[in-house]
């Protein structure tokens, strides 16, 4: 994880979003997971007081632009031979988008301190835009990945035999959809997720739901897939957090955007009616693992939740 510092990208939200990501830290930590958080030179001005940092918080100081760890980070994985092997994709702020100094970087400094084999990748590529089943299954974003910012010149097949060669992707399921406010051109962490193997969640519409035509669309896509042993996939919905404004901003809310620890589900709240009902049908999607839910509010604000902010790295055994 990556502690957000920055005031021209949060504005009056940074406080409150620093506090959201230290809350996601203790809960990931409550199971025995191992928190380590990038935090800016303690020489400077974006440096936060140490009292706000929790003892148990594994501090490591880097250069970095902002806390979205999920994109910016490694993809992490197993050789097949039980090595620990961090898959360095090239970023380049979303698109060049948001380009902000250090974070193309984070990568390769996170890979030297996980203690594993760094791997480069010649891909522009953010975790956000994949999820994996483990099995050789990957759901993936065609609107991101194919994107004439990101990779002008590569077609789905390229991609493919990147992902087959590197991570061991058998499978590529390529989605469509993007949600109202998103700016990540269709980050599939906030439209589908694997709960388990051949089997994927996305988000029921609402009432009014600006997003609802997508949503549907999602849903009919995933009905229609096969995953990497040849099983259609089994998909379950949980509420969509509908129409969520800030300043009036619509901003891409999702509780698909949870992150998955060892002992727990943690899912992002937004401060409306649908935040229950979504936080109890992830749960009943986790039967080995209880589902919290905490504030996303101010992150939100910032286009993005809990898998956004985070980036795992397995126990390799």
């Not at 380049?92 to 760094?118: P, R």
């Not at 969520?244 to 955007?257: H, K, R, V």
Request: with cysteine.
């Amino acid at each position: 994880m990556a502690w957000p510092h920055r005031k021209d990208e949060w504005d009056d939200a940074l406080e409150a979003a620093q506090e959201e990501l230290l809350a996601l830290a203790r809960g990931i930590q409550q199971g025995g997971d191992l928190v380590k958080l990038l935090m800016p030179d303690p020489s400077t001005d974006d440096a936060p007081p140490q009292t706000l940092v929790d003892e148990a918080l594994t501090v490591i100081h880097a250069p970095y632009g902002d806390c979205w760890t999920r994109d910016t980070a490694p993809v992490f994985a197993d050789d097949g031979a039980g090595n620990l092997v961090a898959l360095c994709f090239r970023f380049n702020g979303w698109g060049k988008k948001f380009v902000i100094a250090g974070d193309a970087d984070v990568a390769s400094f996170v890979a030297i301190h996980s203690g594993g084999e760094t791997r480069p990748i010649d891909l522009v590529f953010e975790g956000g835009a994949m999820d994996v089943d483990g099995r050789g299954s990957c759901l993936l974003s065609r609107s991101c990945l194919l994107h004439p910012n990101r990779n002008p010149n590569l077609c789905e097949a390229d991609i493919e035999a990147t992902l087959d060669a590197s991570a061991g992707i058998r499978r590529v399921l390529w989605l469509d959809g993007v949600l109202e406010g998103d700016h990540t051109d269709g980050h599939v962490d906030t439209l589908a997720r694997f709960v388990a193997p051949g089997m994927v969640v996305c988000a029921e519409p609402r009432a009014n739901d600006p997003n609802a035509r997508v949503l549907r669309d999602v849903q009919a896509q995933l009905r229609e897939m096969h995953d990497s042993e040849g099983r259609r996939l089994v998909v379950r919905t949980i509420p969509s957090a509908g129409r969520f404004e800030l300043a009036g901003e619509l901003l891409p809310a999702s509780y698909c955007n949870f992150y998955i620890a060892n002992h727990a589900v943690l899912v992002p709240q937004y401060g409306t009616p649908e935040d229950e009902p979504a936080r109890q049908a992830i749960d009943a999607l986790f039967p080995n693992r209880k589902a919290i839910g905490l504030s996303a509010r101010a992150l939100i604000h910032g286009g993005g939740a809990f898998h956004c902010v985070t980036q795992q790295q397995p126990r390799i055994s």
